[in-house]
């Protein structure tokens, strides 16, 4: 007996030795800890939200953790409030902004997944980040932006001293644009809708929902007989979300439309604030028939314009980007280093005047122009001197930020044990 007390005592401590070596704490702020774990939390969540760069360190993203908590106490100190239904919801649309990176939620969760990550972490981590940029905006406001003082002989000694680098403005072209969308034809629309109302229909006959997801679905869900596991509000696009939400457990939905194509949902389970689904989706995409048409359509255009036609005209009337379409196609000047990377090698190439072949992207159709070239001049003082204000501005802000780090630093303990 004694024996098998020695031995769980031993594993029990060789255990916790473990757990200490996994995680420890790595930095001290005051009375609050930064453990390893936090660290390596933080990391993921910034890689799933694309914020994650290649030349950030561990200690770089440290260092704004430990900023973070300053202002974080001194924000308790000075009592100052954020409003938290905003805060929320702005969380919430920055997870919709990631998610439609991806072409389906089950991609998102699988990429969630291999983060360790839940929609929890990542919503709490967006909270907690707008958060302190609220709360941080109001430090600027109230203690820095107050001390910054820029005067109109600053502006000129700084024009003086960078004219011949700052105020140069290189040799530009005004560039034409005619964008078009391939989009799936009515006909193509017509054929999902009927495929999913004849899903419907086995539906209603009894057939099992989870092995028509598994037959019939394109999501890829599909291999888990449709089931997109447990989410709350905010995470899937709006009509999908109304209708699962407004469904009793075990119920199935009508026929929905969303960006994707229709859906048929399941109620599976709800916990909390938190549903389980399961759905079918026919996808409603261009066919290769769509495709070919709209690429015909701007066909015919580029040859229009070869044929002497003017180039403003048929963006004013062909092309779907409405903003650039009242303004004869023209999105504004570009200088050899500003092209879109995508297409700069081919409009460096294009002559002034001349109109690319048809180029496809995602989708997306495009027919590019020089229309015309805008000399190599240097910049009046008048011209820049915004641009100069915003530089002196972001120069002095971040010396009194930076100062008033070191300050917050002296008044709370910091300690750094990484």
């Not at 916790?16 to 009375?31: F, P, S, T, W, Y």
């Not at 001390?147 to 290189?170: C, G, M, Q, V």
């Not at 027919?367 to 530089?391: C, G, H, M, Y």
Request: hydrophobic share 40%; charged share 30%.
């Amino acid at each position: 007996m004694k024996k098998a007390i020695f031995v769980i005592m031993l594993l029990l401590t060789l255990a916790l030795a473990q757990a200490e070596v996994v995680d420890k704490i790595i930095a001290r702020v005051g009375n609050d800890i930064i453990l390893l774990s936090d660290l390596t939390k933080q990391i993921n969540q910034m890689k799933s939200a694309n914020l994650y760069k290649d030349n950030l360190t561990e200690a770089d993203v440290l260092s704004s953790m430990i900023e973070s908590r300053l202002i974080i106490q001194k924000a308790k100190d000075l009592n100052y409030t954020v409003d938290e239904g905003k805060i929320k919801s702005a969380a919430e649309a920055q997870i919709r902004d990631i998610r439609k990176k991806f072409a389906t939620e089950e991609e998102f969760q699988r990429e969630l997944r291999s983060m360790k990550l839940t929609n929890s972490d990542l919503l709490k981590y967006f909270t907690e980040r707008l958060t302190e940029q609220a709360l941080t905006q109001q430090f600027y406001q109230k203690q820095i932006a107050i001390k910054i003082k820029i005067s109109d002989k600053e502006l000129r000694d700084f024009y003086n001293a960078h004219k011949d680098t700052l105020a140069i403005k290189p040799i530009t072209w005004n560039i034409g644009m005619i964008l078009r969308q391939t989009s799936a034809s009515e006909e193509t629309d017509q054929s999902a809708l009927r495929t999913i109302k004849a899903i419907q229909e086995r539906l209603k006959s009894g057939e099992d929902f989870a092995k028509v997801a598994g037959t019939d679905s394109q999501c890829p869900s599909s291999a888990k007989g449709g089931d997109l596991g447990f989410f709350t509000r905010g995470m899937m696009v709006k009509p999908f979300e109304d209708a699962a939400f407004a469904l009793k457990v075990g119920e199935i939905s009508d026929i929905v439309k969303t960006q994707y194509g229709y859906h048929i949902i399941k109620l599976e389970e709800k916990r909390n604030d938190e549903i389980r689904v399961r759905h079918i989706l026919r996808l409603v995409e261009p066919s290769a028939a769509d495709s070919l048409a709209a690429k015909q359509i701007m066909e015919d255009i580029r040859n229009q314009v070869l044929a002497g036609k003017s180039f403003a005209e048929l963006a004013t009337q062909w092309s779907m980007d409405t903003e650039s379409a009242k303004d004869g196609g023209s999105i504004g000047e570009y200088g050899e280093n500003d092209f879109p990377e995508l297409f700069a090698a081919i409009l460096k190439a294009l002559p002034v005047g001349g109109i690319s072949q048809v180029l496809e992207n995602e989708g997306m159709l495009y027919l590019f122009t020089k229309l015309n070239e805008v000399p190599s001049r240097l910049l009046s003082f008048d011209e820049v001197s915004a641009q100069i204000r915003n530089i002196l501005s972001m120069q002095k802000q971040e010396q009194v930020y930076n100062d008033w780090i070191k300050q917050l630093s002296k008044e709370n303990y910091v300690e750094i044990l990484l």
